[in-house]
C-alpha cells in the first residue's frame, strides 16, 4: 500500500487524557500543518503527551521516523524533564527528533545571549549563579542604566524582570508577564523577589536594556538555517510608560513572509553570517538547528553612517507557535527531506550530536 511507504512523522504537543484519546489534529493549533505534511506525502499523526502517560507516548513515537515537538518549558506548572529522557531515549534509537533536548540547551536558553554576547548582534550580558552575586554586582551596573533579569529558561515572559534606580536605595522592578505592575523597591526586596529562581542550583541572565525597544520587536522565524518570515511587535512586554503614566499595553504582533522588504537588511545577515556564526560558538552542527525556530531582535545603538544594528534578545525553540503562515511549506520540505535522506542514517546517529 502506498501508505506504507511514506514517511512516518508525529507531531508532539501538550494535552490530557481526553485529548490524547480524541487524537484530533483538527482540535490542536496546528490542523494546517498536518494538511500540508499530508499533500506532501508524509504520514502524520498527534502525539499529544502528558508526564501521566509518557510511557504510552513513547511506544508510539519508537514507530514513526521523526517527531516535531511543541511543549513549553513549564506546563501546566510541571517541566520538561520527563519528556526530555523520553526524547532523548526514541533519538537515540534512530528516530529524528526536533527539537533536540541537547539542542533546546545550547540555542533555546537565554544562557545563549551570554554566549554570543560578542558578536554582532550581542550585548552587555552576565550570569548571576546566586543570590549574593545579585546583591552585590547589580547595583553597579544599575548605575549605568536599566538592566532587564532573565531566568535560564521560561517563555511567555515568565522570569523576566526589568530593573531601573530610581533613586539612593530604591529600584523599580516590573516582570514581562501579562498584567503585571511595577513595584518600587530597596535591594533586599528585589532579592527576595527573584529568590524562587535560583532555587535548584538555578541562575539568571542579566542583559542591559536596550532604549530603542520603544520602536518595536522583530521576531525572524528560521527553518534551520533558511528565514521562514517575520512578526513584528509594535509594543512588547517591559515597554516603559510615558512620564508618570502606565505603560502601554502589548500590541498584536503582526506576521509576514521572508520578503517583507523591512526586514531584508536582518535576513541578509542572519542567512549569510549570524546563523553560522551562532552555531560556531555554540559547537552546533548546522544539520542539528531546529526545523523552526525564532529568534527575537530589538534595534541596537545608532553607530553614525552606519547600516542598522540589532541586538538579539531571546531565542525560541521549545513551542515556536504562532508562526507566519509563510513558514509552512518551507518547514514541511525541510521536514520531509530530512525524513527521506535519514531512513538510514538516523539508525546510526542521535539526533543531534
Not at 501508505?3 to 501538550?14: C, G, K, S, T, V
Not at 503582526?254 to 556564526?277: H, K, N
Request: charged residues 25%.
Amino acid at each position: 500500500m502506498h501508505d506504507d511507504i511514506r514517511p512516518r512523522l508525529a507531531i508532539l504537543y501538550p494535552g490530557d487524557r481526553a485529548a490524547r484519546d480524541r487524537a484530533d489534529p483538527a482540535s490542536s493549533r496546528f490542523l494546517a500543518l498536518f494538511d500540508a505534511f499530508e499533500r506532501a506525502g508524509v504520514a502524520v499523526e498527534p502525539a499529544v503527551y502528558h508526564d501521566d502517560f509518557r510511557d504510552e507516548v513513547l511506544r508510539q513515537l519508537m514507530h514513526v521516523q521523526g517527531v516535531l515537538v511543541w511543549h513549553n518549558p513549564i506546563e501546566g506548572g510541571r517541566d520538561r524533564r520527563c519528556l526530555d529522557a523520553l526524547l532523548r531515549e526514541v533519538a537515540a534509537q534512530g528516530v529524528f527528533v526536533s527539537t533536540h533536548p541537547n539542542t533546546i540547551l545550547k540555542l533555546g536558553t537565554k544562557d545563549v545571549l551570554l554566549s554570543v554576547r560578542d558578536l554582532p548582534f550581542g550585548s552587555d550580558v552576565h550570569r548571576v549563579d546566586h543570590l549574593a552575586q545579585l546583591s552585590t554586582q547589580l547595583p553597579g551596573r544599575l548605575l549605568l542604566g536599566p538592566r532587564v533579569l532573565k531566568q535560564c529558561r521560561g517563555h511567555s515572559g515568565i522570569g523576566v524582570w526589568r530593573i531601573e534606580r530610581r533613586g539612593e536605595g530604591l529600584y523599580a522592578l516590573q516582570h514581562a508577564q501579562r498584567g503585571a505592575t511595577e513595584a518600587l523597591l530597596n535591594m533586599d526586596d528585589v532579592v527576595q523577589r527573584l529568590a524562587p529562581y535560583f532555587d535548584n542550583d538555578g541562575h539568571m541572565i542579566d542583559q542591559a536594556w536596550q532604549p530603542r525597544m520603544v520602536e518595536g520587536m522583530t521576531r525572524a522565524y528560521l527553518v534551520q538555517g533558511r528565514v521562514a518570515g517575520f512578526g513584528h511587535q509594535t509594543v512588547v512586554a517591559l515597554h516603559p510608560g510615558s512620564g508618570a503614566g502606565e505603560a502601554p499595553s502589548p500590541t498584536t504582533r503582526l506576521y509576514s513572509d521572508a520578503d517583507d522588504p523591512r526586514f531584508q537588511a536582518l535576513r541578509r545577515r542572519l542567512e549569510e553570517e549570524w546563523v553560522g556564526l551562532m552555531c560556531d560558538r555554540l559547537g552546533l552542527p548546522h544539520e542539528a538547528l531546529p526545523m523552526l525556530w525564532d529568534a527575537d531582535f530589538l534595534l541596537g545603538e545608532r553607530r553614525g553612517g552606519e547600516s542598522e544594528t540589532y541586538v538579539l534578545c531571546e531565542v525560541n525553540v521549545s513551542s515556536v507557535s504562532p508562526f507566519p503562515p509563510s513558514a509552512v511549506a518551507p518547514l514541511v520540505d525541510a521536514t520531509r527531506r530530512t525524513l527521506m535522506a535519514g531512513r538510514d542514517r538516523a539508525k546510526h546517529h542521535e539526533w543531534p550530536c
